[in-house]
């Protein structure tokens, strides 16, 4: 059972080029999220989704678009990449039932901007 | 505004002793608090959890204190293990958040030694 999947674990990219990062969660869950950990920051939420089709901001969302258009997947983009988006991005899912349950994470992608 | 805070970045405590980390709130909304452990390379894992019904929380070596008069919530590990060395995240969310929308502390450093 892989949980939260995130693609890559490490990429390296210069100045003004864009990339996308994969999450994708076999569990079947409705909410997934999109955060930044920066040092002496803890997490921070990009955007997130409540179910398919789905997308909202988060406390900092700018510079950064998503999409959700399998449940199972929730893409971030970085249309042109600044080095103030290097930074470890952690994807988490969780189900949307009733009362409260803990978001499961993936393992990171951590991102360089030259 | 910083809504969730852990004020020391880092612990120090020998195996065998207990282990307290401390997280402030400002926000009184938040209605539920977790507590999430992260190894180097490794996504957040959910630890243990209270809802603000509740004071205390217990689950084996980990127990989790709520204060809500004081906005005031601690995580106890007794006895620690060398296996305890992590980071700690403390995380709170609303139900007045949409999605359930979680907001993290900076994380404390927490080094059991032999």
């Known amino acids: 059972n892989a949980g939260v999947t995130q693609t890559p674990k490490f990429r390296v990219l210069k100045t003004g080029q864009s990339m996308t990062l994969l999450c994708a969660q076999d569990m079947n869950h409705e909410y997934m999220y999109w955060y930044r950990q920066d040092p002496g920051m803890g997490l921070r939420l990009i955007h997130y989704?409540?179910?398919?089709?789905?997308?909202a901001k988060g406390e900092v969302p700018d510079g950064y678009n998503v999409s959700r258009l399998k449940k199972q997947n929730f893409l971030l983009g970085l249309e042109s990449a600044a080095p103030s988006q290097t930074s470890v991005y952690f994807c988490?899912?969780?189900?949307?039932?009733?009362?409260?349950?803990?978001?499961?994470f993936g393992d990171g992608t951590r991102l360089s901007i030259l | 505004d910083q809504q969730v805070k852990q004020n020391s970045p880092s612990l120090s405590v020998q195996e065998g002793r207990i282990s307290i980390l401390n997280c402030d709130y400002t926000n009184s909304m938040f209605d539920y608090f977790l507590w999430y452990k992260k190894y180097p390379a490794e996504g957040p894992t959910f630890l243990i959890s209270?809802?603000?019904?509740?004071d205390k929380n217990e689950d084996g070596r980990f127990t989790v204190f709520l204060n809500k008069s004081a906005k005031h919530l601690s995580l106890h590990i007794v006895p620690s293990q060398p296996g305890d060395s992590a980071v700690y995240f403390c995380a709170a969310h609303g139900s007045f958040s949409g999605a359930q929308k979680l907001v993290f502390g900076q994380g404390t450093r927490l080094t059991i030694n032999p």
């Open positions: 209270i809802s603000s019904i509740k």
């Open positions: 989704s409540v179910g398919e089709g789905t997308t």
């Open positions: 988490a899912s969780k189900g949307a039932v009733v009362g409260n349950q803990p978001q499961h």
